[in-house]
């Protein structure tokens, strides 16, 4: 053999044995799920949580790394713009990365006019390696959770599709249960990530109705086969998941809190604007109730409170109180308020616009909801093949 031929056998015995080779290997065999809905409000952080969870289950915490790679709804921490589902997960899962890496863009409002005016691709597409650069040290796993469905970004050249195929990760759509509906909606959502490159592994159909899961999974396997896809599963609609916390309602409100802050995770189930006389009132009332109400309706208020007076039930009828028209309640309602611990605010807005505001509330699971989260970590072992998922990486 000549000395050049000796050299390359040589160059390819270190390449082949040594850290670059090793590197590289670990590279490509880590696996990437990309989790992404075919709509809003289909439950995808929840089931993100969930699958979290479940792989925790398979393979040691060090070596599973999340990343919410573009983000729309932040928090500002240390003066940088986090997305609250990587905030959510930190929390949850007491997760040491750095959140500059677990959420590395965030969209503030005005972004997108900014990039259509001055396009900055590039800058972005290297922000987004970069952080997934530091999180794959000694990683196995990646979780990656995308921002609603396929085409979400696109007005800024970074869909979800797009992301999902710049990571070199494969996608799982979680889809709100039905068949019909469901299946022409993941149809669209499967068009854009095909047209990016980004390979669809299957479904998570989310939210089914209880009273006809069973009949319907037949059906829902053998219309998404027909499309070369794949059910892992399908979860059972569990009404605590959708309530929101009198916490969420609150700050959507942004209002000093007048009494009752130790309550503020009481869960809402209805609300009631206060327009009728106390008589008709309590035919109203029932566990897990917001009251919307002008301050100056005291009779009204105090029907209202009556079974948190006399403490009829650990499980309160009136989970908080939003006072409506600027006008705080009398002194001695606020004592009673406290008294009885009823988490309060008041807000300038009249009680129609309070009402509307909280009906078109998205409901966010949040970090202090154990409750919510073990439910969702169950719901997500028990019905998803998470096994069959892992080993389609």
Not at 124 to 140: C, F, I, N, T
């Amino acid at each position: 053999m000549s000395v050049a031929g000796l050299i390359l056998l040589e160059l390819l015995y270190w390449f082949l044995e040594g850290d670059l080779f090793l590197e590289l290997n670990k590279r490509t065999l880590m696996k990437k799920l990309f989790v992404a809905a075919t709509r809003q409000n289909d439950g995808k952080t929840m089931v993100s949580l969930g699958l979290f969870h479940a792989i925790l289950r398979r393979i040691t915490k060090p070596k599973l790394a999340y990343i919410k790679p573009v983000g729309q709804q932040y928090k500002l921490i240390d003066g940088e713009k986090i997305d609250k589902d990587a905030v959510l997960f930190q929390k949850v899962y007491d997760l040491t990365d750095p959140f500059k890496y677990m959420s590395p863009i965030a969209v503030p409002s005005g972004f997108t006019k900014q990039y259509i005016n001055a396009p900055h691709l590039d800058q972005l597409k290297a922000s987004l390696l970069h952080a997934q650069e530091q999180l794959a040290h000694g990683r196995e796993f990646f979780l990656i959770e995308g921002t609603g469905h396929a085409g979400v970004g696109s007005v800024f050249d970074l869909s979800n599709a797009a992301v999902a195929k710049l990571m070199g990760a494969k996608v799982v759509l979680i889809s709100q249960g039905g068949i019909g509906r469901a299946i022409d909606e993941i149809m669209l959502n499967k068009a854009v990530f095909e047209l990016m490159g980004a390979e669809i592994l299957g479904v998570i159909l989310n939210k089914v109705k209880k009273d006809k899961y069973d009949q319907m999974r037949p059906y829902v396997e053998k219309g998404l086969q027909r499309h070369n896809l794949k059910l892992y599963g399908m979860i059972p609609f569990v009404d605590m998941l959708i309530r929101p916390c009198v916490a969420s309602i609150f700050e959507k409100f942004e209002s000093s809190i007048l009494a009752g802050e130790e309550n503020i995770l009481n869960t809402v189930t209805q609300c009631v604007i206060g327009d009728m006389v106390p008589h008709d009132a309590l035919s109203h009332l029932s566990r897990h109730t917001m009251l919307i109400v002008p301050a100056n309706r005291e009779g009204l208020i105090m029907t209202m409170l009556s079974n948190s007076i006399f403490k009829e039930s650990r499980d309160p009828f009136l989970s908080g109180i939003i006072f409506t028209g600027g006008k705080k309640p009398h002194d001695r309602i606020v004592e009673i308020l406290q008294k009885t611990h009823t988490p309060s605010i008041c807000v300038s807005d009249d009680s129609f616009t309070v009402a509307t505001r909280i009906n078109n509330l998205l409901v966010k699971v949040r970090a202090d909801e154990p409750e919510k989260i073990e439910k969702a970590q169950f719901l997500v072992e028990k019905y998803v093949d998470v096994d069959g998922l892992c080993n389609a990486l």
